[in-house]
């Protein structure tokens, strides 16, 4: 850096104005020293500059590869969990297609078993309507036996009143009594 300022010293000195004759002389000259002053400035800059300029771009360039790792990471577990949503898709429109089939299956299933339930229920009440009116029937006879009897016994009664006197009552209860006796003598036995 000293031989820098020195030329510059030197060139400051040199910049007074020549003659026209050296004048294009002196352009030349001119320029030649800024050139190499320039090229002393660079040197210096790239000297001292050098080291931490390095470590600048090798921490860059450290940097640029975790930054690339990290992507090429972040992009392989997208791509992963991408394929695993992918397959619990595929197997998620097979369970649902297999879920629909199975619902189908329980809805005819439990169709079959209504109907069965039902023609069970039906023929039971069709057996408890027959009962019921075999029931109905039997107390009807038996009522209607019951009606005839009583008719019967007053028909029968009016008829004997009618036709029977005092002496025939008579004879008709002694008979009657020695019938029961006859017949409680025989029970006794």
Do not use: C, W
């Not at 360039?61 to 619990?88: F, N, P, T, Y």
């Not at 595929?90 to 109907?115: C, D, H, N, T, Y």
């Amino acid at each position: 850096m000293a031989h820098a300022r020195t030329f510059t010293l030197n060139h400051s000195t040199a910049s007074l104005p020549p003659p026209a004759n050296e004048e294009s002389k002196g352009e030349g000259r001119e320029l030649f020293y800024k050139i190499i002053n320039v090229a002393i400035l660079v040197g210096a800059l790239a000297y001292l500059l050098k080291a931490p300029l390095a470590s600048f771009f090798a921490q860059r360039s450290a940097d640029i590869r975790k930054g690339l790792e990290d992507g090429r990471q972040a992009l392989a577990a997208s791509q992963a969990q991408l394929h695993s949503v992918e397959e619990k898709l595929q197997r998620l429109e097979g369970e649902i297609a297999a879920f629909k089939a199975s619902s189908v299956e329980e809805m005819e299933a439990e169709r079959r078993r209504l109907k069965l339930a039902a023609a069970a229920e039906a023929e039971k009440i069709l057996q408890l309507a027959r009962a019921q009116t075999e029931a109905a029937v039997r107390a009807a006879r038996l009522e209607l036996k019951k009606y005839a009897a009583v008719q019967a016994v007053e028909l029968a009664e009016e008829i004997i009143r009618r036709h029977l006197d005092e002496a025939g009552r008579k004879k008709l209860v002694s008979e009657f009594l020695e019938k029961v006796e006859s017949r409680g003598s025989r029970v006794e036995s």
